[in-house]
Nanobody, 115 residues
Framework: QVQLVESGGGLVQAGGSLRISCAAS????????VGWYRQAPGNQRELVAS???????NYADSVKGRFTISRDNAKNTVNLQMNSLKPEDTAVYYC?????????WGKGTLVTVSS
């Protein structure tokens, strides 16, 4: 069983920055893939960024060049640095971990970008 806890969400003005974190109950290097997803009201949940155990990253086109996913070994977290935020980035952001054939999800953290 893997537990994921997201933190760092909040209210920020357009053009601002925010960093959200996903803390895992297991060593993050044991997780095959960790991804950040988001879901805005009325929309489907979508992939924002992911990082695998080799450190390879993947980003949605809408966030390329603005968001950066990374692992913090010391804190055992996967972070999402979000810069140049736009109102359309407003959503609940979820952390997902894929390990030994099973998906685990956190409960999410709300990011609100005001115009």
């Amino acid at each position: 069983q893997v537990q994921l806890v997201e933190s760092g969400g909040g209210l920020v003005q357009a053009g601002g920055s925010l960093r959200i974190s996903c803390a895992a109950s297991v060593n993050i290097f044991s997780i095959n893939v960790v991804g950040w997803y988001r879901q805005a009201p009325g929309n489907q949940r979508e992939l924002v960024a992911s990082i695998n155990s080799n450190g390879m990253t993947n980003y949605a086109d809408s966030v390329k060049g603005r968001f950066t996913i990374s692992r913090d070994n010391a804190k055992n977290t996967v972070n999402l640095q979000m810069n140049s935020l736009k109102p359309e980035d407003t959503a609940v952001y979820y952390c997902r971990a894929f390990l030994t054939g099973t998906n685990y999800w956190g409960k999410g953290t709300l990011v609100t970008v005001s115009s």
